[in-house]
């Protein structure tokens, strides 16, 4: 299992959580985790471009041809997990490791079941954090969802779609300052009857 992320927060929350989880329980996780990472920028969803407010998740692993390989892996959204405490993070984290403990012992189609069952699946990954010692932190998760992140996530959308919309701005201005570069120095070398090798940026 590989541990894709320079997160101090959830690197710490991590370390805290394994110490407490029972050696049989984090073999099956481990063995069933093949990474856990960080995606550090906000996301838009579906075709009105909605921001996702997911803050981590247990997703499958695909393959060269998006095809599902064995296992799963584990994704914190931390442009919203940061407005989580330390103490809620290690309740989000043991909370995801839960659900990687069911999945590990539900065979290949761990994710269609876990989709079919959702509110079940989330009981359980609780009562498994509570179960390892993590019931207060469970609660400071669920606590500061209701009070702090949903408030937040409800007010204006505008203010996220902005940042989502500049910084996409950005990278269309980048990709085309890059080209007109280009087509410049190919135009001068051209003019010159010599080749171009500037790679090609589309
Ligand atoms: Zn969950």
Redesign the pocket.
């Known amino acids: 299992m590989q541990i894709n992320t320079r997160s101090r927060a959830i690197r710490e929350a991590l370390a805290r959580v394994r110490k407490r989880i029972p050696v049989q329980d984090w073999h099956a996780i481990s063995s069933f985790l093949t990474r856990i990472s960080g995606e550090r920028e906000w996301r838009a969803v579906g075709a009105w471009g909605y921001v996702d407010t997911l803050w981590a998740g247990l997703f499958p692993v695909l393959g060269r041809c998006f095809e599902a390989v064995p296992g799963g892996q584990i994704i914190f959204f931390l442009p919203l997990l940061r407005l989580y405490s330390r103490k809620a993070i290690v309740g989000v984290v043991a909370?995801?490791l839960g659900?990687a403990l069911r999945a590990s012992k539900m065979g290949p189609e761990w994710h269609e079941h876990m989709q079919r069952r959702w509110q079940r699946?989330?009981h359980e990954?609780n009562a498994l954090a509570s179960r390892w010692g993590f019931r207060s932190h469970i609660r400071a998760m669920r606590n500061e969802r209701r009070r702090t992140l949903n408030p937040y996530l409800s007010s204006p959308e505008k203010k996220f779609l902005g940042r989502i919309h500049r910084r996409d701005q950005e990278q269309v201005c980048h990709h085309r300052q890059v080209r007109l570069l280009q087509h410049a120095a190919e135009r001068q070398t051209r003019a010159k009857g010599e080749p171009t090798n500037l790679h090609s940026c589309q």
């Open positions: 909370h995801e659900h699946v989330e990954a």
